[in-house]
């Protein structure tokens, strides 16, 4: 007895072939066409109860196609195939309404899994009034044709017209914001502001303030009403980057705000609802943290609903390539001189390890694009400048390993790490008083680390310092500094 009836349709011969045998051997008939007319025809008069279908077919392109076949068999399910495996084919098969969207090559035991599970779940209802793709071109900087790229697309296809939490772990680098404004900009709260903050970028007697805002007089220095980012990103989304540096207290009032759905401003007394979607990202191993008693395992479940693993890029290096003509494009556009990269040199980026990830990969193509007049780039320049980059710590991770190793003095550890704080907030530049914030987060380690070597002693550790005994007690009191004696 047949399962149903699947029609398959691709202009590759091959293709036909191999997905009809798959399917003709799960139990199902197949009918196979060559072209999109012969497809529509078939759908039109009430046949198949599934299709499998390319994109472009040499009379006709599917995405055109979709919308009137979803029209007239509004239940039946589409399974898109693709060899243009880009995160906005992805967006595109769910905007028209596909079942599901396949990259070629694809496991044939995948495709009949979902052609099965096709024909026995709820068929998904229209598209939504998501972003037009048409309007919006390529422009979204998720590039890779990998397969682990291909799943974030795949994933990201069925999130943008949702409003459940999405939590990102990704090592720096990796572009978990661009994925975090992947979601708003294509998803339906587009017409929403985008907010987005960096927990381990704000002080952290301020991040309640950051996130809430404060009535006037709510603190010393509060001489006006602040609004907080929750306001801010009203009828949007709010991107809480490195969200296991969050302070326990602000944790349990964010976990509040995603239970009730409502918030109050540092000082304030009236309750203020709030619409706004949470996309969470982290680089850090959240589980770890709460077994460490460092974040609060209600709130890890509260945002961890649907959870989203970028790969470093160490991992999909075959999307080398494509990153770097995407890059190589956008420093063109921005003024620079147009390069080329020659095989060899590329073949080399494919064999470096990128601890910097994909921010490491542009930042080198920028040095490239600013700092050689010629228009070939070749291996040679591409190792002295990889070497360079080894030398001076890196990107991200590299340049910790350099800071452990005792390579680098105070002020060179400092600099690392403030160029690190400066690009995370991408164009754009940290908020005022940045001066008095470090000078503030440098006082407690300093203070420690005296402490810890003279056992507790504070007369001794004041000495050590240069401070004054009743000083050293109110930075101690100020700073909550845990003193332990002997």
Known sequence: MSNGTV???????????????????AGYDVRVTSNAATL????????????????????DNLFDLLPRMKKLRPDLPVI????QNTFMTAIRATEKGAYEYLPKPFD?????????????????????????PDDAGEAMPLVGRSPAMQDIFRVLARMIQSDLTVLINGESGTGKELVARALHEYGKRKNGPFVAINMAAIPRDLIESELFGHEKGAFTGATSRSTGRFEQAENGTLFLD?????????????????????????????PIRTNVRIVAATNKDLRALISQGLFREDLYYRLNVVPLRIPPLRERLEDIG????????????????AKRILPDALE????????????????????????????????????????????????????????AAGDMSIAQAVEVNMQRYFASFGEALPPPG?????????????????????????????????????????????????????
Do not use: C
């Open 7 to 25: 029609l398959v349709a691709d202009d590759d011969a091959a293709i036909r072939t191999v997905v009809s045998q798959a399917l003709s051997r």
């Open 40 to 59: 529509w025809r078939w759908v039109a008069a009430g046949e198949g109860d599934a299709v499998v279908s390319d994109v472009v077919m040499p009379d």
């Open 80 to 83: 898109v195939m693709s060899a």
């Open 108 to 132: 044939l035991v995948e495709l009949t899994g979902i052609v099965g599970r096709s024909l026995t779940e709820l068929k998904r209802k229209g598209s939504g009034d998501g972003v037009s």
């Open 242 to 270: 490195e969200i296991g540096d969050m302070p326990m207290d602000a944790q349990t009032r964010l976990l509040r705000v995603l239970q009730q759905g409502e918030y109050m401003t540092v000082g304030g007394r009236t």
């Open 322 to 337: 494509d990153l770097v003509s995407h890059f190589l494009a956008k420093v063109h556009d921005e003024g620079l001189e």
């Open 348 to 403: 080399l980026m494919r064999r470096y390890d990128w601890p910097g990830n994909v921010r490491e990969l542009e930042n080198l193509i920028r040095r490239l694009a600013a700092l050689y007049p010629q228009d070939e780039i070749t291996a040679e320049i591409v190792a002295s400048e990889l070497r360079s980059s080894e030398g001076a710590g890196g990107g991200g991770e590299g340049a910790q390993g350099a800071i």
């Open 434 to 486: 940045l001066y008095h914030r470090v000078l503030a987060e440098m006082e407690y380690p300093l203070i420690m680390a005296a402490l810890t070597a003279t056992r507790g002693n504070q007369i001794r550790a004041a000495d050590v310092l240069g401070l004054n005994r009743n000083t050293l007690r109110k930075k101690i009191k100020d700073l909550g500094v845990t003193v332990i004696k002997g």
